[in-house]
């Protein structure tokens, strides 16, 4: 007669393993890699022609596939890829235009939305948190400002 209860441990440490195995490969694969060798695509490179409204930014010296790695990063999880729709969070495309030209405010926004949140008077981010059910961005006090730019000038790109 086989004693089926001193297989049951052996079963939940194989599965245990096998799940701690598969996440650890999928959170390698999802990481940020070292800043790309040469050739950089650049904002440039992928707008053609380049848009003359008066809020528009030389994004010619950003970094768009540092951009799309931050962005696969830090904002797949809740916003769409194409920048136009919706998804658990609200479309990213046209964010440089909405803040222009207070960029700082929308600097502290992306670092600690919380904190921003708490302290803003400014009704579109405010109006924004109330339509999306008060949900709370996770803070991302790590980024630079060179990401900030970097992950913008993806966004424009892509919308």
Known sequence: MTNYHLLAPLVYTTL?????????????????????????????????????????????????????????????????????DNMTGPALGGVYERWYPDTTQLKAYLRDPAAFLDTTQLARPLQLHREWGEMVKPTYQTLTDDDIWNLLAYIEAVY
């Not at 940020?32 to 003359?52: G, K």
């Open 16 to 84: 245990l393993v096998v799940i701690l195995t598969f996440t650890l490969a999928w959170r390698r694969s999802t990481e940020v890699a070292e800043a790309p060798a040469e050739p950089t695509t650049y904002f440039c490179d992928v707008v053609s022609p380049p848009r003359t409204w008066k809020w528009q930014r030389d994004w010619g010296h950003y970094e768009v596939d540092r951009g799309k790695a931050l962005f696969k990063m830090h904002c797949a999880f809740c916003h769409n890829k194409n920048m136009r």
